[in-house]
Protein backbone atom coordinates (compact mmCIF):
# COMPACT_ATOMS: atom_id res chain seq x y z
CA UNK A 1 0.00 0.00 0.00
CA UNK A 2 2.56 2.24 0.90
CA UNK A 3 4.19 2.22 -2.65
CA UNK A 4 1.01 2.72 -4.42
CA UNK A 5 0.23 5.75 -2.35
CA UNK A 6 4.00 6.99 -3.02
CA UNK A 7 3.25 6.72 -6.64
CA UNK A 8 -0.01 8.46 -6.24
CA UNK A 9 1.45 11.35 -4.79
CA UNK A 10 4.39 11.45 -7.22
CA UNK A 11 1.79 10.98 -9.97
CA UNK A 12 -0.02 14.37 -8.86
CA UNK A 13 2.97 16.93 -7.66
CA UNK A 14 4.08 17.08 -11.26
CA UNK A 15 7.00 18.58 -9.93
CA UNK A 16 10.39 16.48 -11.19
CA UNK A 17 12.07 15.12 -8.47
CA UNK A 18 9.69 16.13 -5.85
CA UNK A 19 8.59 13.13 -3.99
CA UNK A 20 6.15 13.19 -0.78
CA UNK A 21 6.59 10.24 1.90
CA UNK A 22 4.30 8.55 4.43
CA UNK A 23 4.82 10.38 7.73
CA UNK A 24 6.18 8.41 10.32
CA UNK A 25 3.33 6.74 12.49
CA UNK A 26 2.92 5.53 15.79
CA UNK A 27 2.00 2.30 16.81
CA UNK A 28 0.14 1.12 19.58
CA UNK A 29 1.02 -1.83 21.60
CA UNK A 30 -1.26 -3.74 23.77
CA UNK A 31 -1.29 -6.65 26.02
CA UNK A 32 -3.95 -9.03 25.26
CA UNK A 33 -5.28 -11.94 27.94
CA UNK A 34 -7.96 -14.37 27.04
CA UNK A 35 -8.57 -17.47 28.09
CA UNK A 36 -4.79 -17.94 30.02
CA UNK A 37 -3.23 -16.61 27.20
CA UNK A 38 -1.33 -13.72 26.86
CA UNK A 39 0.11 -11.78 23.85
CA UNK A 40 1.05 -8.74 22.43
CA UNK A 41 -0.39 -6.61 19.55
CA UNK A 42 0.71 -3.57 17.80
CA UNK A 43 -1.93 -1.38 16.06
CA UNK A 44 -1.70 1.86 14.48
CA UNK A 45 -4.77 4.45 14.75
CA UNK A 46 -5.94 3.67 11.24
CA UNK A 47 -6.44 0.11 12.34
CA UNK A 48 -8.72 1.27 14.58
CA UNK A 49 -10.65 4.08 12.75
CA UNK A 50 -11.65 0.80 10.14
CA UNK A 51 -12.16 -1.40 13.08
CA UNK A 52 -14.81 1.22 13.88
CA UNK A 53 -16.29 2.04 10.99
CA UNK A 54 -16.76 -1.59 10.33
CA UNK A 55 -18.36 -2.62 13.61
CA UNK A 56 -20.47 0.40 13.28
CA UNK A 57 -21.78 -0.38 10.00
CA UNK A 58 -22.37 -3.85 10.91
CA UNK A 59 -24.36 -3.22 14.27
CA UNK A 60 -27.49 -1.53 14.91
CA UNK A 61 -26.81 1.68 17.02
CA UNK A 62 -28.33 0.17 20.13
CA UNK A 63 -26.24 -3.00 19.86
CA UNK A 64 -23.00 -1.16 20.08
CA UNK A 65 -24.37 0.72 23.52
CA UNK A 66 -21.90 1.79 26.09
CA UNK A 67 -19.16 1.37 23.14
CA UNK A 68 -16.99 3.84 23.98
CA UNK A 69 -15.88 6.32 20.73
CA UNK A 70 -12.72 6.61 19.33
CA UNK A 71 -10.24 9.07 20.21
CA UNK A 72 -10.67 12.47 17.78
CA UNK A 73 -7.66 11.92 14.55
CA UNK A 74 -4.81 14.09 15.57
CA UNK A 75 -1.65 14.33 13.38
CA UNK A 76 1.08 14.24 15.24
CA UNK A 77 4.33 16.14 14.60
CA UNK A 78 7.85 14.63 15.37
CA UNK A 79 7.85 17.01 18.68
CA UNK A 80 4.87 16.18 19.92
CA UNK A 81 5.38 14.68 23.70
CA UNK A 82 5.42 11.61 25.00
CA UNK A 83 2.54 12.52 27.10
CA UNK A 84 0.03 13.24 24.14
CA UNK A 85 1.01 9.41 22.67
CA UNK A 86 0.29 8.45 25.85
CA UNK A 87 -3.02 9.99 26.55
CA UNK A 88 -4.37 8.33 23.03
CA UNK A 89 -3.23 4.68 23.72
CA UNK A 90 -5.38 5.47 27.19
CA UNK A 91 -8.29 6.06 25.04
CA UNK A 92 -7.64 3.60 22.64
CA UNK A 93 -7.32 1.02 25.92
CA UNK A 94 -10.55 2.77 27.41
CA UNK A 95 -12.24 1.28 23.64
CA UNK A 96 -11.07 -1.50 23.87
CA UNK A 97 -12.06 -2.78 27.15
CA UNK A 98 -15.53 -1.19 25.89
CA UNK A 99 -15.48 -3.39 23.25
CA UNK A 100 -15.26 -6.23 25.97
CA UNK A 101 -17.68 -5.16 27.95
CA UNK A 102 -20.31 -5.67 24.82
CA UNK A 103 -21.97 -8.54 24.99
CA UNK A 104 -22.57 -8.57 20.68
CA UNK A 105 -19.14 -7.40 20.20
CA UNK A 106 -17.93 -10.68 22.31
CA UNK A 107 -20.53 -13.17 20.47
CA UNK A 108 -19.89 -11.78 17.00
CA UNK A 109 -15.65 -13.22 17.21
CA UNK A 110 -15.25 -9.51 15.26
CA UNK A 111 -13.10 -8.17 18.28
CA UNK A 112 -11.10 -11.49 19.03
CA UNK A 113 -9.92 -11.36 15.06
CA UNK A 114 -9.10 -7.90 15.37
CA UNK A 115 -6.72 -8.23 17.94
CA UNK A 116 -5.67 -11.91 16.76
CA UNK A 117 -5.54 -12.71 13.27
CA UNK A 118 -4.00 -10.17 10.51
CA UNK A 119 -6.90 -9.77 8.17
CA UNK A 120 -6.41 -9.08 4.18
CA UNK A 121 -10.34 -8.24 3.59
CA UNK A 122 -11.11 -6.69 6.91
CA UNK A 123 -14.12 -8.28 7.69
CA UNK A 124 -12.46 -9.42 11.09
CA UNK A 125 -14.63 -12.61 11.20
CA UNK A 126 -18.02 -10.50 10.51
CA UNK A 127 -20.10 -12.99 7.75
CA UNK A 128 -21.95 -9.85 6.04
CA UNK A 129 -21.34 -6.24 6.07
CA UNK A 130 -24.12 -4.20 4.64
Not at 7 to 21: D, Q, T, Y
Request: proline share 4%; net charge neutral; glycine share 4%.
Amino acid sequence: HAQDAQRKLRARSGIPGFVCRPAEFTEYVFSVNFDSLEWLVRLRFSDFVEFDRLLRRHFETHELQGVHLLPQRTYFSRNDSQELIEQRKWRLESYLNSLCNSATIMNSGALKYFLTFPDEDNSYGLTHVP
